[in-house]
C-alpha cells in the first residue's frame, strides 16, 4: 500500500512535469542502509534536504539576453497539516538565500505556484 505522502508526492512529480517543461526534478530519498559488507551506506543529498530536488532553466538579465541558466530547484512535501522539522526550513531556507528556488508544499497547485506555473 502506498502511504499518503507517497502518492501525493507522485501527483506533484506527474503534475509538474506536465505542466513545466523547463523544470527537471528528481526524488531525493535520504537514508542508510547496510551494503553486503555490513558497511553502512547513506544515500541522497543529506539530512533536511527537500524531498524533490532538480533545476529550472531561466532566462537571465537584458545584458545576457539569450543565455539560460539552470535555477537549482528544492521542494519539501507534506501532507495537509503537517510542517517541515527543523532541519528541513533550514535546509529550504539556504537555498532560497543563495538564489535557488525553495519550499514546503502541501498540494499540487502551491508546487506548481512555486515553480512559477
Known amino acids: 500500500m502506498v ?13 509538474l512535469s506536465k505542466a513545466c517543461r523547463d523544470l527537471v526534478h528528481f526524488r531525493n530519498s535520504v537514508g542508510a542502509l547496510k551494503d553486503t559488507d555490513g558497511r553502512m551506506v547513506q544515500f541522497g543529498l543529506g539530512a533536511g534536504s527537500p524531498d524533490l530536488v532538480g533545476y529550472k532553466k531561466v532566462t537571465v538579465t537584458p545584458e ?22 527543523a532541519d528541513q526550513r533550514h ?9 535557488g528556488i525553495a519550499g ?4 499540487e497547485d502551491q508546487a506548481l505556484d512555486l515553480v512559477g506555473m
Open 64 to 85: 545576457m539576453v539569450g543565455l539560460n541558466l539552470a535555477v537549482f530547484v528544492g521542494i519539501e512535501i507534506k501532507m495537509p497539516g503537517k510542517k517541515p522539522r
Open 91 to 99: 535546509w529550504l531556507e539556504n537555498l532560497a538565500a543563495a538564489g
Open 3 to 15: 502511504q499518503p505522502e507517497t502518492a501525493l508526492q507522485n501527483r506533484i512529480r506527474i503534475r
Open 104 to 107: 514546503f508544499v502541501t498540494s
